[in-house]
T-cell receptor, first 118, second 117 residues
């Protein structure tokens, strides 16, 4: 299975600042995904990041607020810009993997980045 | 309407007993996948088991099995021989659409499982 690491694991930030979260995978993957989990809530997809193209954002998420980079097949970054306390969440990156039976049958998550905005 | 419904906000189970976590889903697609994840207090999302809509047999992975009832649109997770380390949030999720790589998992609200010694 894919091994995914994220940096930082947690951070406390002041409102109005920005934080860039890094996601590294130990194998090449076509698509990487960024999710947000607000306190006590379930996970919501922010965007899908393909190497060599613009990220695709879900409804309610915009590039100016959550710019994403995908410079190669093993790495991606998500920036949370101009932060407010409402951005306090766990941010997780995720990749599909060729699990038993073929691609699309497993999807793994990184350990997450816990963000607290004061 | 919710796509994934987990009706049990919290569950208790005695150590070594089996427990069933409920999940119902709503989709008009013929091809879809169903996933279960475990999220301990550390926050990581641990993949447990996958069931494809065309899979004829229920998925099993060690102590985890998925009771897939397609006509009822339910995909309940069964954990056998519960252990203290099973205490965590459990999320049911669905990926709609034909083929594999869409990546957009739709999650339920989760069930908090507590295993009692």
């Amino acid at each position: 299975s894919a091994v995914i690491s994220q940096k930082p694991s947690r951070d406390i930030c002041q409102r109005g600042t920005s934080l860039t979260i890094q996601c590294q995978v130990d194998s090449q993957v076509t698509m990487m995904f960024w999710y947000r989990q607000q306190p006590g809530q379930s996970l919501t997809l922010i965007a899908t990041a393909n190497q060599g193209s613009e990220a695709t954002y879900e409804s309610g998420f915009v590039i100016d607020k959550f710019p994403i980079s995908r410079p190669n097949l093993t790495f991606s970054t998500l920036t949370v810009s101009n932060m407010s306390p409402e951005d306090s969440s766990i941010y997780l990156c995720s990749v599909e993997d060729r699990g038993r039976g073929g691609i699309g049958k497993t999807q793994y998550f990184g350990p997450g980045t816990r963000l607290l905005v004061l | 309407a919710q796509k994934i419904t987990q009706t049990q906000p919290g569950m208790f189970v005695q150590e070594k007993e089996a427990v069933t976590l409920d999940c119902t889903y709503d989709t008009s697609d013929q091809s879809y996948g169903l996933f279960w994840y475990k999220q301990p207090s550390s926050g990581e999302m641990i993949f447990l088991i996958y069931q494809g809509s065309y899979d004829e047999q229920n998925a099993t992975e060690g102590r985890y099995s998925l009771n897939f009832q397609k006509a009822r649109k339910s995909a309940n997770l069964v954990i056998s021989a519960s252990q203290l380390g099973d205490s965590a949030m459990y999320f049911c999720a669905m990926r709609e659409g034909r083929g594999g790589s869409q990546g957009n998992l739709i999650f339920g609200k989760g069930t908090k499982l507590s295993v009692k010694p």
